[in-house]
């Protein structure tokens, strides 16, 4: 079978090249022309782990192919999979302007029955207006070809994209027609023989499922976040409190971790756009604008903690940050709490030196020269009067405290992602700050 993925970033890219590994023919199709030339090359645009061996071994098998030219992808292809970004509009809805231009793509080119496929992450009621757009061209061009919509969300984690798709928890699609569920199964077929679930629904719940599902591992962020600062409050210890939880069966203990806020291309611009389906739909949505709310502040929490220290103001000072993507794994910096500190911290004057394994060149893209890119941790912390933890890289969890000693102005660590051990740091003689940790 043969299909088509228009959208080649994180999700078009690591969709096409699983499903290529499943035996499928996989047409890649992107309209960022260096993009495609850089993957007809077998250069990977972005950093995922282990992405870049399976793109080159499924190319090299011929079932992989990268094009800008979506006419040629569309031939034969049973399905196309819309996998293009949905960013925020200025109002917090998502922007369906690129979902949409493939759409009437599609309706422009295609010439046999398929099912086209939202894979990006859109509101209810967008397979109905891709409906419209592909059916509108076909109009116009006076055809009448068989086509069925599908929503078919993609729950993959960058950093981990690849085991996610090939071994999800499950697998939602929603049609509204037999003949869409039947090609959907035959597609997915190689994780149903490996007894993942699919779970086929009506096109509006598989829609909001995808909100659903980040706009609650949203909050249990935000809400430990919230239960953080109580911890600081009355002397006690979230790292606990998360274990003692954790470890209840009905609560879990993934996602609960407290830090210096969610970002990336997902939770942020997805928390928004429920927040404007539910006002849209005249019922606000107060449990999850207040997870933005508390998201919002969180990210500002280190850059809080250290004007507490430096109360004389930390004009001059050297501050070094450990890690720039927003979670560890990736380049990626959407939404990245280090943005935000990055900002503070120039705005009051400091610094600010940072280090990151493979943000670096992402982030001089997006804020250039304002800070110091440095070769390694020790180099970033070269006398600094703080060290803030931001991304807990595996590098960062075990640093050598006797080089850091030796090197920093002050002896300050602002941990961001508790990994560090407060009073192991006290007996060496740094001051430690963590996100509700007292003891
Ligand atoms: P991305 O920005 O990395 O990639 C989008 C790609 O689409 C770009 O390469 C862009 O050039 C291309 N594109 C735009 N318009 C096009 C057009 N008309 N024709 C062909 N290509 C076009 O985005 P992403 O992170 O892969 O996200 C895509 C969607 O998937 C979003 O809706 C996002 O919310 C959702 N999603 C993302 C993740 C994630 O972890 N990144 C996880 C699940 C779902």
């Given at each position: 079978?043969?299909?088509?993925?228009?959208?080649?970033g994180?999700v078009?890219?690591?969709?096409?090249?699983?499903?290529?590994e499943?035996?499928?023919?996989?047409?890649?199709?992107?309209?960022?022309?260096?993009?495609?030339?850089?993957?007809?090359?077998?250069?990977?645009?972005?950093?995922?782990?282990?992405?870049?061996?399976?793109?080159?071994?499924?190319?090299?098998?011929?079932?992989?192919?990268?094009?800008?030219?979506?006419?040629e992808?569309?031939?034969?292809?049973?399905?196309?999979?819309?996998?293009?970004?949905?960013?925020?509009?200025?109002?917090?809805?998502?922007?369906?302007?690129?979902?949409?231009?493939?759409?009437?793509?599609?309706?422009?080119y295609?010439?046999?029955?398929?099912?086209v496929?939202?894979?990006?992450?859109v509101?209810?009621?967008?397979?109905?207006?891709?409906?419209k757009?592909?059916?509108?061209?076909?109009?116009?061009?006076?055809?009448?070809?068989?086509f069925?919509?599908a929503?078919?969300?993609?729950?993959?984690?960058?950093?981990?994209?690849?085991?996610?798709?090939m071994?999800?928890?499950?697998i939602?699609?929603?049609?509204?027609?037999?003949?869409?569920?039947?090609?959907?199964?035959?597609l997915?077929?190689?994780?149903l023989?490996?007894?993942?679930?699919?779970?086929?629904?009506?096109?509006?719940?598989?829609?909001?499922?995808?909100?659903?599902?980040?706009?609650?591992?949203?909050?249990?962020?935000?809400?430990?976040?919230?239960?953080?600062?109580?911890?600081?409050?009355?002397?006690?210890?979230?790292?606990n409190?998360?274990?003692?939880?954790?470890s209840?069966?009905?609560?879990g203990?993934?996602?609960?971790?407290?830090?210096?806020?969610?970002?990336?291309?997902?939770?942020?611009?997805?928390?928004?756009?429920?927040?404007?389906?539910?006002?849209?739909?005249?019922?606000?949505?107060k449990?999850?604008?207040?997870?933005?709310?508390?998201?919002?502040?969180?990210?500002?929490?280190?850059?809080?903690?250290?004007?507490?220290?430096y109360?004389?103001?930390?004009?001059?000072?050297?501050?070094?940050?450990?890690?720039?993507?927003?979670?560890?794994?990736?380049?990626?910096?959407?939404?990245?709490?280090?943005?935000?500190?990055?900002?503070?911290?120039?705005?009051?004057?400091?610094?600010?030196?940072v280090?990151?394994?493979?943000?670096?060149?992402?982030?001089?893209?997006?804020?250039?020269?304002?800070?110091?890119?440095?070769?390694d941790?020790?180099?970033?912390?070269n006398?600094?009067?703080a060290?803030?933890?931001?991304?807990?890289?595996?590098?960062?969890?075990?640093?050598?405290?006797?080089?850091?000693?030796?090197?920093m102005?002050?002896?300050?660590i602002?941990?961001?992602?508790?990994?560090?051990?407060?009073?192991?740091?006290?007996?060496?003689?740094f001051i430690?700050?963590?996100i509700?940790?007292t003891?």
């Amino acid at each position: 079978m043969k299909i088509s993925v228009v959208g080649t970033g994180y999700v078009g890219l690591v969709t096409g090249t699983c499903f290529a590994e499943t035996g499928l023919t996989v047409n890649c199709v992107d309209i960022d022309e260096k993009k495609i030339a850089m993957l007809n090359k077998g250069i990977v645009p972005i950093y995922e782990p282990g992405l870049d061996r399976l793109i080159s071994k499924n190319k090299d098998s011929k079932r992989l192919f990268f094009t800008t030219k979506i006419q040629e992808s569309l031939e034969g292809a049973s399905a196309v999979f819309i996998s293009v970004g949905t960013p925020p509009d200025e109002d917090g809805s998502a922007d369906l302007q690129y979902v949409l231009a493939v759409a009437s793509d599609i309706g422009k080119y295609m010439n046999n029955y398929m099912v086209v496929v939202t894979k990006s992450t859109v509101p209810v009621g967008t397979a109905e207006k891709v409906r419209k757009a592909v059916q509108k061209e076909l109009d116009a061009r006076g055809v009448n070809i068989e086509f069925d919509v599908a929503s078919n969300p993609e729950f993959l984690k960058e950093g981990d994209a690849i085991n996610d798709f090939m071994k999800p928890d499950r697998i939602v699609i929603g049609v509204d027609s037999q003949k869409a569920e039947d090609t959907m199964k035959k597609l997915y077929k190689p994780f149903l023989l490996n007894n993942h679930p699919i779970l086929f629904m009506d096109i509006p719940s598989a829609e909001l499922t995808k909100y659903t599902a980040n706009a609650m591992l949203a909050t249990r962020i935000s809400f430990m976040n919230e239960i953080a600062q109580l911890c600081e409050k009355v002397g006690a210890n979230v790292n606990n409190v998360r274990r003692g939880i954790g470890s209840d069966q009905r609560i879990g203990s993934k996602f609960l971790y407290s830090g210096t806020g969610y970002g990336g291309s997902c939770f942020p611009k997805d928390v928004k756009a429920l927040i404007k389906t539910g006002k849209e739909n005249g019922l606000p949505m107060k449990i999850i604008s207040s997870v933005e709310d508390v998201n919002d502040e969180q990210k500002s929490i280190l850059f809080k903690k250290l004007i507490n220290h430096y109360k004389e103001g930390i004009e001059g000072k050297t501050i070094t940050l450990w890690g720039l993507s927003f979670k560890p794994n990736t380049d990626d910096m959407r939404e990245a709490p280090a943005l935000v500190l990055i900002d503070k911290l120039t705005n009051a004057g400091a610094k600010v030196k940072v280090f990151d394994p493979v943000a670096m060149d992402e982030c001089k893209r997006r804020i250039g020269d304002i800070v110091e890119y440095s070769n390694d941790p020790y180099d970033a912390a070269n006398e600094a009067d703080a060290l803030l933890l931001v991304t807990e890289w595996n590098e960062f969890r075990m640093p050598n405290f006797e080089i850091l000693k030796k090197i920093m102005n002050n002896r300050v660590i602002f941990d961001g992602r508790n990994i560090y051990d407060k009073q192991e740091l006290e007996s060496k003689d740094f001051i430690y700050y963590g996100i509700g940790v007292t003891k």
